[in-house]
């Protein structure tokens, strides 16, 4: 499963972070999650609360934060939200991705 193995490459970034501050405890962690990754929020916090039982992450708050496919057109450079994969600008030019690949920890509140 994609998200499992995602999770489990979060909490390790997350632990290794947590024992680096000499933290008692992570209290919330925020992922930035762009809709090109076809990650599932929902799992992602499901598998987390699962995997970090009895380690420093046991019970922390799992915020996700979508980031949806946006493009710019190389020519005219306008930008926009892409549906349904169309990444031809109204100009002809064809759009180039400028956000929605991220997959990253943008935050992590320890105590
Ligand atoms: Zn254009």
Known sequence: M???????SILSIVLAEAEKRD????KTVKI???ELT????????FYFELMSKDTLA?????EIEEVPLQARCPS?????KIENLDFLCE????MKIIAGKELAISAIEIE
């Open 2 to 8: 994609h998200e499992m193995a995602i999770t489990e």
């Open 23 to 26: 933290a008692t405890r992570v």
């Open 32 to 34: 930035e999650v762009g």
């Open 38 to 45: 076809n990650i599932v929020g929902d799992c992602v916090q």
């Open 58 to 62: 046991s019970g922390a708050e799992v």
């Open 76 to 80: 005219c450079g306008s930008v926009k």
């Open 91 to 94: 100009c002809g030019g064809v």
